[in-house]
């Protein structure tokens, strides 16, 4: 079997965007699909990334950088949640199956 990050073969699922400050964290609205197993994220600005089902993003997360797309393993029920490294942006989450 092929792996589908490898391949960037996926079903597009639902996506949600969430503008995000420096000041504190913010998470998208609703929380990911029974059929989601990745996720697309890219933001607009550095930021700290964080997933979980009630996610809050601090400064010893990982840091997204700005316009560069990364790919992440994901579980239904999760959310993401994103805080700017130093200034605001959006965080765009796309759900993926595949």
Partial sequence: MLNPIAQN?????????VAFT???????????????????VVATADAY??????PTA???DVVLLADKPEYFVAAPSMKAAAR???????????ELSG
């Avoid at 073969?9 to 965007?17: D, M, P």
Wanted: hydrophobic share 35%; proline share 0%.
């Fill in 9 to 17: 073969i996926f079903r597009l699922g639902t996506h949600q965007s």
């Fill in 84 to 94: 700017g490294v130093s200034g605001s942006g959006t965080l765009h989450v796309t």
């Fill in 22 to 40: 420096n000041a504190g964290s913010t998470a998208i609205t609703n929380a990911f699909g029974s059929a989601t197993t990745y996720v697309r």
């Fill in 58 to 60: 601090a400064t010893t």
């Fill in 49 to 54: 990334i964080k997933f979980d089902g009630t």
